[in-house]
């Protein structure tokens, strides 16, 4: 009985585990951008993003460099207090496209001189759930205009963000939360050296239980209390 059980609890990780290593893929990001500004902002293209494994969590980022009107353009946002928007198309393997709108200040992204970060988040099943753009500096948009001489090409940092939940999480605090969580978790796992009757007892008390009943309905049986 106990082997029995310790059997099927391996073969259970086993597959659990075989899960997690076939829910790995491939993505490809096509990256627009907004630069017009205004409630009606016109994408162009901004550059391709491949991330070869989300599991190993290494991009390859293929951007070119402004041409000076696009640079004037960032410089206008930026000094109009306006939003730069950007709209990033995800390919994943399965051919399946979603689309993401991600929002900052200009005048953020330009203090920064285009040292952007893009955050992909990634869900338990392998699936793109969110992409959204962040100023890693400290950017603080005190309104100085900056010259176009440094806005010449976007340095991107992509960051592959795995959750364990469905829902898009938008703060850093909540993903430590999780994290924190799995790694008490996990130690309170390992700390678990009591012996296979301490630790099973829930489950087995109930059938024990169900065993006796039913021997005690049992007519024939001793003591059979009607
Ligand atoms: C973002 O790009 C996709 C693919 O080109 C397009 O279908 C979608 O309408 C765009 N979203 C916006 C808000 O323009
Ligand atoms: C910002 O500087 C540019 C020259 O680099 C100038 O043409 C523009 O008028 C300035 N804008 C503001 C709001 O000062
Ligand atoms: C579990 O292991 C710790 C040391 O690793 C020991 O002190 C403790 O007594 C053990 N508990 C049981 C129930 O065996």
């Excluded at 009591?194 to 021997?215: D, T």
Aim: net charge negative; glycine share 6%.
């Amino acid at each position: 009985m106990k082997q029995l059980l310790i059997f099927c609890l391996l073969v259970w990780l086993f597959i659990n585990y075989g899960n997690c290593i076939e829910h790995d893929s491939s993505v490809v990001i096509n990256l627009k951008h907004a630069l017009s500004g205004g409630p009606n902002p016109v994408f162009k293209d901004r550059g391709t993003i491949t991330i070869p494994s989300l599991r190993l969590s290494q991009a390859v980022v293929h951007q070119k460099r402004l041409t000076d009107v696009e640079r004037i353009q960032i410089q206008k946002l930026a000094n109009d207090n306006d939003l730069y928007r950007i709209n990033a198309t995800v390919i994943a393997n399965d051919e399946i496209e979603r689309s993401f709108i991600s929002t900052i200040k200009a005048c953020m992204l330009a203090e920064a001189e285009l040292d952007d970060r893009l955050s992909v988040s990634v869900d338990y099943m392998g699936r793109v759930i969110g992409v959204s753009l962040v100023i890693a500096s400290k950017a603080t948009c005190e309104g100085s205009n900056v010259s176009i001489d440094k806005l010449g090409e976007f340095t991107t940092n992509v960051y592959v963000r795995h959750t364990e939940t469905g829902i898009i999480p938008d703060t850093a605090t909540y993903i430590d939360k999780l994290q924190k969580e799995k790694e008490a978790k996990e130690r309170d796992d390992h700390k678990d050296n009591r012996s296979f009757l301490a630790k099973y007892w829930i489950y087995i008390v109930p059938v024990v239980i169900v065993m006796v009943i039913s021997s005690a309905t049992n007519p024939e049986a001793q003591g059979g209390g009607q």
